[in-house]
């Protein structure tokens, strides 16, 4: 059979990853397809640049055009990274009949559902399980494997870099500045670590997950982001204490067709399978109202194990084409996309309060849950060595979002309270 020639835009970690596997796999990629897979151009941003992978020469270039407008590549794949500029190639590369596979995770949490919508129209294949969760296949199981179910909650450990940090922080009672500096010189962490440790790229990865379990368009701006660089050592002290680990989690939540979609650190009970999940791992637990509760583990970044996930979206184009089924997958966002509100938003929270250590200040304080319907379900006072001060730690009941704040709120009006020290929503 004709070999099916793939234009690979992006020759780097993940673009490396892609050749070993298409070229170690061969027999057996060529067997499940019916014919040879052959990367036959490599788009790199400098020919000269020295590769931990040698290719020929004459299939490096330096020209998207060169694959984009070439009339033999049937399936472009898309590990470059970037937004702009690689949309407007994939749009062309549809628009010209190729089916595309890419890792984006930023392209597809932006304009996700624009790129979709051209690949439909184009009777064109466009596949991104790379793009959330590295190599565990959670989007395949989203769309496939929960078919028939109805997806109630999602959570996931998303970001490795984030997990690494709090990993060792909880492991060594180390600081956040501390474990991140390390965390960069070892290459785990950026240089400009933002994206991740603000929990800008979870909110991405979590905004596909959302649109995909929920059958609705989840846009970037609909996720409430927090991320870790506020949370403490002894936050993470007092959580263990409790029996709780603190996880950067996004939650995807639906109740009666309302979604909320959250990325924020949360105190996770260790009984829970999630909190396990050490080090630059990623989980995804997903909750559907037939299939009850699961749990998907493994890589969500590197080499190899992101590439598995692309070459394994490249032999489902490769099968499609031989089916002549191309762009002709079920109609996913057919749901209208309702959003909760901060009264509909409901989880228990825990606290950390800085009081003056006097009569009536925790009467003044529980008041004031009281005072907005928020039931407490334990109160524990730690006092410090002056007894002027202690620090006293509430785990609530479920409340609503608009509760807490309003709660936040009139703390401020409170004298007896000096500080506020941290606030995180509790699961598990
Ligand atoms: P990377 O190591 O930085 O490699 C990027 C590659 O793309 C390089 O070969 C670079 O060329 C080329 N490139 C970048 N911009 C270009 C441009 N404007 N024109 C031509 N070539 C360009 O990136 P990566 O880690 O492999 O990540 C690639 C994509 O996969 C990103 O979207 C990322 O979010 C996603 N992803 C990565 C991982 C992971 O573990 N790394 C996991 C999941 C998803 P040069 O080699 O000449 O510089
Ligand atoms: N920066 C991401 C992480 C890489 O730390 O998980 C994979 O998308």
Redesign the pocket.
Known sequence: MKPVKVGL????????GVVRIVEGHQEDLQSQVGSPIVIEKV?????A?ARVLPVDADKLT?D?WDIIRNPDIDVIVE????IE?TKGYILEALASGKHVV??????MALHGPEILAKAQEQQCDVLYE??VA?GIPIIRTLIEGFSSDRITKIMGIVNGTTNYILTKMSQEGAAYEEVLKEAQQLGYAESDPTSDVEGFDAARKMTILASLGFRANVALEDVDVKGISKVTRDDIAYAKRLGYEVKLLGIAERQDDFISVGVQPTMVKTSHPIAAVGGVFNAVYVYGEAVGETMFYGA????L??ATSVVADLVAVVKNMRLGVNGKQAILSYKEKKLKTAEQIASKYFMLLQVDDRAGVLARITQTFADFEVSLESVLQQPNASHREAEIIIISHDASKAAMEKVLKAFEGLDAVKRVKSVYRVEG
Do not use: I, R, W
Request: proline share 6%.
């Open positions: 835009l992006g020759f780097g970690t993940v673009g490396t788009l790199v941003q400098n020919k640049k330096e998207p590990v470059m990274g970037g500029h890419t890792a984006n995770k930023d392209l790379a793009s590295g969500g970044a590197g080499e194990p992101t």
